[in-house]
């Protein structure tokens, strides 16, 4: 059986390392072997935990698009394995459009595409966008694959 092409919440928080609401996207909107689409509406619930004082500052789009691509490791895995553990190692030619993220009204549509990558890293542009189609964040992300912490003597 091949992972689906759309998942609701639950279904993401499956393959992803988040849960409750940490977990940020709420559907699986596409995806291929290079590509995903997420959509969510989390960026205005009142109890977000990534909300400061200030609000949800637009920085966090970066979270959003991580999860994004944590979700589409999970998805491209071999069915049956476990997919590679991974973390974000840089964020790089970020731009942001609006302050916060928490005043966009709608649903934020998150976007992935794998440029290139091998079984230590993978190279992703992102771009969060509104429901019209602007762009409020893009840039792109390494994400390293399978490293072991040191660990202190």
Known sequence: MSAPQQLDRAGIARLIPHSGSMCLLDRL?????????????????ADNPLRTAS??????????????MA???????????EPSAG????ARNVRLAIAR???VEGVLHVHAQRVSGD????????AV?????????EGRAVVVLNTPLAMEA
């Open 29 to 45: 909107e596409s995806w291929d072997a290079h590509n995903i689409h997420c959509t969510t509406a989390t960026h205005r619930h």
């Open 55 to 68: 609000g949800l500052l637009s920085p966090n789009a970066i979270e959003y698009a991580a999860q994004a």
């Open 71 to 81: 979700l589409h490791g999970g998805l491209i895995a071999p069915e049956g394995s």
């Open 87 to 90: 973390f974000l190692a840089s």
């Open 101 to 103: 993220l928490d005043e």
């Open 119 to 126: 079984a230590s890293q993978i190279l992703y542009e992102f």
């Open 129 to 137: 966008k509104d429901e019209a189609g602007r762009a409020l964040a």
